[in-house]
């Protein structure tokens, strides 16, 4: 299990915001896999829509000299984004907010989801001023500690949807019956073990065994219960008679 993070490059130079704008149409208006048009909006850290050109006047704010936007991809296999439970629009964002506290500074960026059959992913454009107006880099280096940081946060995401299964499961007229609960706890279980098994977090197997220990616990007493209504019935008739 992974997410996959790529830059795919910075633009430089006299050409760049023009470069990057037209990057920004394309994202947002390239065809679906059926080659059809399709429209797809342009979000942020808050925002559900923001228009491209708010994002192009802050690169026209910039010095001309220097980097002007970094594109980078955020991507995952359509069958552990699904196992797994994880939006990647919810993951860009935290991903970008992780990145923003583990080196101190606040990125200007947007980016479009692309919902595609076999990987689906994210396109973040990221401006090349932060907002204190320092020149953004993203060097190999850069790159290794945001490729961490986007499977740090993947996998935080999938612990904390287990965890919200097991909570709905308990609640058991509401929205998941004890064995729907299990087997989208097994789903979860089996996405998250695919390639990490060394490193499968303490909390995510302590919250796996509760999950266990809660379903028998209910069904113990489910049956204890079915006894008793089943004895009572059996008296009941007796009394009638």
Do not use: C
Request: proline share 2%; charged share 40%; net charge positive.
């Amino acid at each position: 299990m992974q997410t996959f993070v790529k830059h795919t490059g910075y633009k430089r130079g006299g050409q760049a915001r023009s470069a990057i704008k037209g990057h920004m149409k394309y994202i947002e208006n390239r065809k679906n896999e059926l080659g059809e048009p399709e429209h797809r909006p342009i979000f942020d850290r808050d925002r559900e829509q923001v228009q491209r050109q708010e994002f192009m006047d802050k690169l026209n704010d910039q010095p001309e000299k220097g980097v002007q936007g970094h594109k980078v991809v955020i991507s995952m296999k359509r069958e552990d984004m699904e196992a797994q439970g994880v939006d990647m629009k919810e993951l860009t964002r935290e991903v970008m907010a992780s990145w923003e506290q583990k080196t101190g500074r606040q990125y200007e960026w947007v980016a479009v989801e692309h919902d595609k059959n076999s990987n689906p992913h994210v396109h973040v454009v990221i401006a090349g001023r932060d907002k204190a107006g320092r020149e953004v880099v993203i060097m190999p280096r850069q790159l290794e500690q945001l490729k961490r940081v986007a499977d740090k946060e993947r996998q935080r995401l999938a612990e904390r949807n287990l965890e919200r299964t097991r909570v709905r499961g308990l609640d058991r007229g509401k929205d998941l019956s004890l064995d729907q609960m299990l087997e989208r706890g097994r789903q979860l279980e089996k996405g998250l073990d695919q390639t990490r098994t060394k490193d499968l977090s303490l909390s995510y197997q302590l919250q796996l065994n509760r999950v266990e220990k809660d379903l028998k616990r209910s069904r113990s007493h489910e049956q204890e219960r079915s006894r008793s209504r089943g004895l009572g019935l059996s008296r009941g008739g007796g009394m009638e008679r």
